[in-house]
């Protein structure tokens, strides 16, 4: 018997990649008068890739597409590519703001909908009343 829906799972591996990317965007804010700092990221990818192959998949028909086994797993990279001071550094104080307030709200949000999820199972074993 599963106790919990599908649903909750995905919700938890949201927050976890909004701790990772709060981190993150912690460390730039925080580095961001460091000489030759590298801004770190989370890969959305990595995460949504690493959270749909724990899932069991079964194929239902032959002619479905098969589905991949290797998982990828939730990294920090480093954004090496762009330089903003003449120093080195790539750290953009106002898109690491915009970007803290972005995973601010996406992280408030999952919470509502995980919160959502679990009335609604309270309600169900209450019986409804």
Do not use: W
Not at 74 to 95: F, I, L, S
């Amino acid at each position: 018997m599963v106790l919990f829906n599908s649903a909750i799972h995905p919700l938890g591996k949201a927050l976890d990649y909004s701790a990772l990317n709060n981190n993150a965007i912690s460390n730039n804010i925080a580095n961001a008068n460091i000489p030759n700092y590298n801004a770190e990221k989370v890969s959305f990818k990595n995460v949504l890739d690493d959270s749909l192959h724990q899932q069991t998949n079964q194929r239902t028909h032959p002619k479905h597409c098969t589905f991949s086994s290797a998982a990828q797993a939730a990294a920090e990279t480093n954004r090496m590519q762009t330089t903003y001071n003449h120093n080195g550094k790539n750290v953009d104080m106002d898109k690491e703001m915009a970007d803290l307030a972005e995973n601010q709200i996406y992280y408030q949000s999952t919470v509502d909908n995980l919160n959502n999820k679990f009335s609604l199972l309270h309600a169900a074993i209450k019986g409804g009343s």
